[in-house]
Nanobody
C-alpha cells in the first residue's frame, strides 16, 4: 500500500509560479511512475506530467515549457514546478503513483490562477 501526501498549491496571479510536492510512503518500488493529474470544474481529470523510474518524463502539450517535473527516489518525492501560470491552469491537482499494476492518488490540492 502506498500513501501520497501533497503540499503546495494556492492562489497566484497569472504569470506567477507555484511548486507542488508529493511525498510517498509505504512500500515503494524503484520501478514506478509518479506524476500529476488535474481536474478543472466540469472537466475530466487529465494528465499534467509524469516521470517514469525517476528519469523519463512526459508532459501535456498545454504545460510543456512552463512546468517541470522532478523526483527524488531516495526520499520518494515528486515535485512539479509551475511557471508562467495561466487562468486555464486552475484546477485541483492530484499526485499519482503507480507500481506493480496498482494506482494510487493523493487527496488533491487546489491551484487557482487569477487573471
Amino acid at each position: 500500500q502506498v500513501q501520497l501526501v501533497e503540499s503546495g498549491g494556492g492562489l497566484v496571479q497569472a504569470g506567477g509560479s507555484l511548486r507542488l510536492a508529493c511525498a510517498a510512503s509505504g512500500t515503494i518500488f524503484s520501478i514506478n511512475v509518479m506524476g500529476w493529474y488535474r481536474q478543472a470544474p466540469g472537466k475530466q481529470r487529465e494528465l499534467v506530467a509524469i516521470i517514469r523510474n525517476g528519469y523519463s518524463t512526459n508532459y501535456a502539450s498545454s504545460v510543456k515549457g512552463r512546468f517541470t517535473i522532478s523526483s527524488d527516489n531516495a526520499k520518494n518525492t515528486v515535485t512539479l514546478q509551475m511557471n508562467s501560470l495561466k487562468p486555464e491552469d486552475t484546477a485541483v491537482y492530484y499526485c499519482y503513483h503507480s507500481q506493480e499494476g496498482n494506482i494510487y492518488w493523493g487527496q488533491g490540492t487546489q491551484v487557482t490562477v487569477s487573471s
